[in-house]
Structures are given as structure tokens and as C-alpha cells.
């Protein structure tokens, strides 16, 4: 097994329509996790995800920091603690629009 | 999508080996995640996981607290921020060793 602080793991940028955003590979198919994989993402204040729509589901866990989850027409909001759930081909964008850092883990399948 | 705090999911005792363990089943099968589950438990202080092992690897992140990953002869310490991979038919239990209440996920393939 493999035990590591998620700040061993560098943070990548990300691009694609994102601003402001960065991702943590935590555990990865390489690794050995053959089913799905675990990221970190941070998001500076006034930074987004995409605004995309894709096959697969996202898991999300909230740690720090504050936004809204944006599906196209409404905006959702959620903060430190909150679990979101992004089923397969539901649009979604993540901003956040708080004072400081926003940081969550996102969780999906890996390909077959 | 679906957006909501990680407490408003009632936390359902755990037996067979646990001691002091609850587990809230935040992203589930019925819910519409058919690759994979998020779970969240926590361990009250001297409490501790099955030591068991099974076929599906776990993915881990500590929340809160601190403990040991036991794999049978070699104990690992961790704490919160701190990543866990268990890959499949790996021997484990996690123990609270703290003085706080330990709360990590840990995420799950489903059984197809």
C-alpha cells in the first residue's frame, strides 16, 4: 500500500477552457488502481473548470473554499464539506467564486 | 447533479471486526454512480477497522485526525491531507491512534 501527503503529488495546470486551475494526480492507473482515479483540483478566486459534457461521472468532495457548480443555466452553490455528484452527460462547469482558494477532490472512471 | 453536505447522510454503524466505526454513504449505486462509491467514515479514538483483506482496492483521503494503516506486521502512520492506496488483495486495517475523532473517504470499485 502506499501512504503519501497530497503535496508530495505536483500540481499540474490545466487547460481546455480553464483559468485558474490546477490538478493533483493522487492515485492513478499507474499506480495500480485499476477502476478509477483520485485528483486533487485547486482553483484560485475567480478561476473555473470548463463548462463541458462528457461520458463519465464526476465524484466530488468539497475541502476548502466555496463556488458554485454551473450546469448551463443555474448555478448551485457548496462550500467546504459538501459532497457534489455529476452523473454521465450532465454539462457542468466548477467556479470559484470565494475570497480564497477552493480546493476538492474529483474522482472518475478510468477508461477500459 | 446533485449537491449536498456530507452530514446530511445518516451515519450507519459498521460490524464484523470494526470497533467504534460509522460509515455515511454518500455517492451510491442508487443514486446513479454505477463505476464507483464514495464513502466517508469515521473512527472514534482506540477504534479501528476489520483487519481483512478482499479483491477491490481502496481509495483513501484523511480528512481529519490521525491513525495507522495495519497490514498484518508493519503499521504506517497518517494524517489528515495524507493519501491512502490499498490496491486489491492487500491486507489492512485502519486505527484511530489519535486523540480526535479520525474521518477519511474511501472509495470503492462497485461489484459489476
Same mark, same amino acid.
Given at each position: 500500500?502506499?501512504?503519501?501527503?497530497? %503535496?508530495?503529488? =505536483?500540481?499540474? #495546470?490545466?487547460? #481546455? *477552457?480553464?483559468? @485558474?486551475? =490546477?490538478?493533483?494526480?493522487?492515485?492513478?492507473?499507474?499506480? *495500480? &488502481?485499476?477502476?478509477?482515479?483520485?485528483?486533487?483540483?485547486?482553483? !484560485?478566486? #475567480?478561476?473555473? +473548470?470548463?463548462?463541458?459534457?462528457? &461520458?463519465?461521472?464526476? !465524484?466530488?468532495?468539497?475541502?476548502?473554499? !466555496?463556488?458554485?457548480?454551473?450546469? *448551463?443555466?443555474?448555478?448551485? +452553490?457548496? @462550500? &467546504?464539506?459538501?459532497?457534489?455528484?455529476?452523473? +454521465? !452527460?450532465?454539462?457542468? %462547469?466548477?467556479?470559484?467564486? #470565494?475570497? @480564497? %482558494?477552493? @480546493?476538492?477532490?474529483?474522482?472518475?472512471?478510468?477508461?477500459?
Amino acid at each position: 500500500m502506499k501512504v503519501f501527503n497530497y %503535496q508530495t503529488v =505536483n500540481p499540474e #495546470g490545466v487547460e #481546455g *477552457g480553464a483559468s @485558474k486551475v =490546477n490538478v493533483r494526480r493522487l492515485i492513478t492507473k499507474d499506480m *495500480g &488502481a485499476k477502476n478509477f482515479a483520485m485528483r486533487l483540483f485547486e482553483i !484560485e478566486t #475567480g478561476g473555473y +473548470s470548463p463548462l463541458h459534457t462528457h &461520458a463519465w461521472e464526476h !465524484e466530488v468532495f468539497i475541502l476548502e473554499g !466555496e463556488g458554485v457548480v454551473f450546469d *448551463g443555466e443555474k448555478a448551485t +452553490s457548496f @462550500k &467546504a464539506d459538501d459532497v457534489v455528484f455529476v452523473p +454521465s !452527460e450532465e454539462r457542468h %462547469q466548477f467556479r470559484n467564486t #470565494g475570497r @480564497k %482558494q477552493l @480546493k476538492f477532490l474529483c474522482l472518475i472512471p478510468n477508461e477500459k
